[in-house]
């Protein structure tokens, strides 16, 4: 046994219980008591704590910690369940996009290589000499999921290709790709197949919005949206906070803007949900995108009664929502 000191030693329940409740957490009980036995204390209450937490003159948290005078556990249990349930919807419209684009890039960069493994050539990439090691690392990626599930035990579609036919087109081999191996694939593909699978989603946008005009849609506004996607995506995959989460390094969303036919509305620096859901707007069909916001709308109605008026203005602020967002959607 280590005679080393635990700087975060084991607690019971009962004890988090009771530090809750020294905090300021005065509803920290029984009802509290199995919320943090199902979730965990690190994942409730290290997580959404911070909107909750008294701060000096400066807005700096106060240490240490201790809780505002109206905050409760069962507000920040509901800003867990809200979280919860946002992550839920956004994956919905995120894997419909991630759907969209794998299927336009199999079409149209295999329409122009029709060649077997013509995924695995450099020439058929950007030439651009800045992005020599991104294409490397695309193909690399490639081959490594090929020789992955080629490998595994049991049946799956790439090794029944392997096998049967001695290659996997790339219709097939998108389907086992990451958003973000989706994502690196088409900012390597050459300018014109860009272009293509850009005017495709105008092109599905219009049919879908019975065939009224839509904005046009440019391969950088595809890029652009891509980075912020994939890092959403991995969020809400992987149970991460979400409602608060912002892209540090945003691209600039003028294009984005342009795609989704919102010109005259401020957004952030650093996109948030509010930014991701304009970036669906500019690419999702009418179905789907109204789905989605019926979707969000849906669930603020449902927990507004589960803050305080001040806490829910928070919220929504965090999310990036401005007052006005049900006009602007």
């Not at 859901?277 to 690419?283: G, R, T």
Request: proline content about 4%; some cysteine; aromatic content about 12%.
């Amino acid at each position: 046994m280590s005679d080393t000191n635990n700087s975060k030693p084991f607690k019971t329940l009962n004890r988090q219980l009771t530090i809750l409740r020294e905090r300021g957490l005065d509803d920290a009980h029984a009802k509290a008591k199995r919320s943090l036995e199902q979730i965990g204390y690190y994942s409730l209450i290290n997580g959404y704590k911070w909107m909750f937490l008294a701060r000096d003159s400066n807005g700096n948290i106060i240490h240490p910690e201790v809780y505002k005078d109206d905050a409760s556990f069962d507000e920040i249990k509901s800003l867990y369940d809200f979280d919860f349930e946002l992550r839920a919807i956004l994956y919905r419209a995120l894997l419909k996009y991630e759907t969209m684009l794998g299927a336009e890039i199999a079409y149209r960069f295999s329409e122009q290589h029709q060649e077997e493994h013509a995924y695995l050539a450099m020439d058929n990439f950007s030439r651009n000499p800045q992005q020599v090691s991104s294409v490397v690392g695309t193909i690399s990626s490639l081959s490594s999921t090929i020789k992955k599930y080629s490998d595994r035990k049991g049946k799956n579609a790439i090794k029944h290709y392997v096998n049967k036919h001695g290659h996997v087109p790339l219709w097939v081999l998108v389907n086992f790709l990451t958003f973000g191996e989706l994502n690196y694939f088409y900012s390597n593909c050459t300018p014109d197949i860009q272009l293509t699978i850009a005017k495709d989603f105008q092109h599905t946008k219009k049919v879908s919005y019975d065939g009224s005009p839509q904005p046009a849609i440019t391969p950088n506004a595809i890029m652009d949206i891509n980075q912020m996607v994939n890092i959403f995506r991995n969020a809400v995959a992987h149970g991460e906070i979400t409602y608060s989460k912002i892209v540090q390094r945003t691209p600039h969303m003028r294009d984005i803007k342009v795609a989704a036919n919102i010109r005259n509305v401020q957004l952030k620096s650093q996109a948030g949900i509010f930014e991701l859901i304009i970036a669906m707007k500019a690419v999702l069909p009418r179905k789907n995108y109204q789905r989605l916001i019926k979707d969000i709308n849906t669930l603020l109605k449902e927990f507004k009664k589960c803050f305080t008026p001040i806490n829910y203005s928070a919220l929504l602020q965090d999310m990036h929502f401005p007052n006005n967002y049900t006009d602007i959607w």
